[in-house]
């Protein structure tokens, strides 16, 4: 019997490591193309990543939207151990990948641990797998994407705590919750579900338990306290900011009625992109409708999944449709509860809805996964068509057209004239496979991360290139145009999907 057990357990991992396997390769499939979005976060964070390999060591993470609050730093040592192994971003999306597609097994343990049913649980972890979302995340490379790992971490452990009384529990609940708050400091709306089922479930929750949450929790954001220590509390103005009205005048805020459509755009969104990507509409009301019928039906583990996908009510005013990563971490949920439905239709007798409902949902995401992921972070991404793939062919243009000679570079970009894309693109791809670097001769880039050389006097052809324009004034890019004609002569212009170089000649005496 016990030989007959472990066979099954065998044969059990051996099922869901394969459903890791598939999600991993759905998430890398276009990489070897330089199919993935490399814009100006993504430069910010491979430049302080190689800081840190360099040894100077970081306690302060990326800045959030609201100014004076930052995430915590733990991205870039992420970013560090992907960059160790070179300064190709490929390579860190590959190892992201990873990260993101190891909640595979989260999914599973959780989905068991609430149903105590192996074929759901290998059901919501192959519609994780396949999730549209989710492979969008895997080769995003920015700090959000981690969470998508350890908030279902949170969940796992906070389910542990309150049903099984598991003295690993409140540890893993702080670890989980912890680094999703170093990936993205808004996470922390998470402790409003975690203070519910605690005060729910009270009676299993010891004061021992509490203090050792606490201690590990602290332990894990304690470079964010550090921070604050260090650069002045600059936090608290952040948070200040956060709670006050985005309006200067006050009759005109939104109301509650602006703020419940917005979320229900926001979920709405978030649901489909983990159902049915294709169909907004129909994804969305879907899950809406499947959490809704746990909810009615009082189950434990329906309330709780209830709480996860809809935790980000409380949050619902600090973005709009163009902040989707607040609700990072969400998606795994969406998977659990289709998994559960889906499951439990069968063994009711509805096979054949169960069938087609999982069917469609997997043909569903790999369409859209066809679709769109060779463009890069679609969902994320504001400046559309900025792939490494583009980049890279704009930078073999002006090597090629250069012919060997030195040339110089300038930009219009987003951020505004801060050219650190294209600066860390022609340090490390320029210099390993042409053997110089291009030079500049645009704004003034004192205070940024890292600059290319200024150019020589001697130096005659100049090149200006274009990143789309998805959010850069146009008034910027005639300013910017004017300013390189009155240096050099425009004489040929090239475009890379949406990236544009002109190439042009110096003016003499210029």
Known sequence: MLKELYRDRVKIFALVFLIFLLGYFLRVMYLSHNDLTFGYDQARDAINAQIILGGHLKIQGPPASIQG????????????????????PANAAYFIALINSLTVFIVFAITYQLTK?????????????????????????????????????????????????????????AL???????????LAYHLIPLAIWLWVSRKNVTRRQ?????????????????????????GIGGVKTLFSSSSPNLAYSNSVGDYLVLYLNQIGRIFAFNTYPGNIFYGGLLVIILAAYYVFKKE??????????????TVVSLGGTSTPFLMVGIGPAVSILLGMSIYRWFASGYRVLAVITLVILILGNLAIIQRENPKGATLFSIQKEMTLKREVEAIDFTYMESQGKKFSINSVT???????????????YGARNYGYIAEWHGRDQVGQLDSLPATSKDTKLYYLIIEPMDGVPTQYLDQTIQEENAVSTLVKEQYFGQIRVQERIRLENK
């Open 117 to 173: 049913k192996t074929w759901a649980a290998i059901l919501s972890s192959l519609l994780f797998s396949i999730s549209f979302e989710a492979t969008q995340y895997a080769t995003w490379l920015s700090n959000p994407t981690t969470a998508i790992l350890t908030v279902p971490l949170m969940y796992l452990g906070l389910w542990m705590w309150i049903e099984k009384k598991n003295k690993w529990a409140p540890l893993i609940t």
């Open 210 to 234: 509490l203090l050792v949450f606490l201690v590990f929790l602290g332990l894990v954001l304690s470079s964010i306290f550090m921070s604050e220590i260090k650069f002045g509390f600059r």
């Open 69 to 88: 609050l930052n995430h915590g730093v733990l991205y870039y040592y992420v970013m560090a151990i992907a960059y160790a192994f070179g300064k190709n």
């Open 300 to 313: 434990k583990a329906g309330l709780f999944i209830a709480s996860w996908l809809f935790s980000h009510a």
């Open 176 to 186: 989980g919750l912890g680094l999703s708050i170093q990936s993205e400091i808004f």
């Open 414 to 428: 987003s951020p505004l004239w801060i050219n650190i894309v294209w600066t860390y693109l022609y340090k490390w």
